[in-house]
């Protein structure tokens, strides 16, 4: 079992800033990718930031520039830095990471896709 615990959502002013963590547990042998998704209301879900074991991101249009991806991976913590924030990033923000229970999975490309529970995210005009 892997659960990944979400922490650091709320509410902010336009132009504030948050930074959301979240944190893996359980059979972890390897953590490739990790990612933050969000969803707004009526909106379908979608893909703010991805990071690899090794360092490298992608961001969605929409937040690059503001918008920081990191990972601690001897903890298998990821974060978001969330900065110059706009009240259209406000949505429910879930942690999402692409999990390996051991070497053979890892050799096999055989992963284990687990959401976080999600955080609110409210950007107030």
């Known amino acids: 079992q892997v659960q990944l615990v979400e922490s650091g959502g709320g509410l902010v002013q336009a132009g504030g800033s948050l930074r959301l963590s979240c944190a893996a547990s359980g059979s972890i042998f390897s953590i490739v990718v990790m990612g933050w998704y969000r969803q707004a209301p009526g909106k379908q879900r979608e893909l703010v930031a991805a990071i690899t074991s090794g360092g490298s991101t992608n961001y969605v249009d929409s937040v690059k520039g503001r918008f920081t991806i990191s990972r601690d991976n001897a903890k298998n913590t990821v974060y978001l830095q969330m900065n110059s924030l706009k009240p259209e990033d406000t949505a429910v923000y879930y942690c999402?990471?692409?999990?390996?229970?051991?070497?053979?999975?890892?050799?096999?490309?055989?992963?284990?896709?687990?959401w976080g529970q999600g955080t609110l995210v409210t950007v107030s005009s």
């Open positions: 999402n990471a692409e999990v390996y229970s051991d070497l053979r999975a890892l050799n096999g490309q055989r992963y284990l896709e687990v």
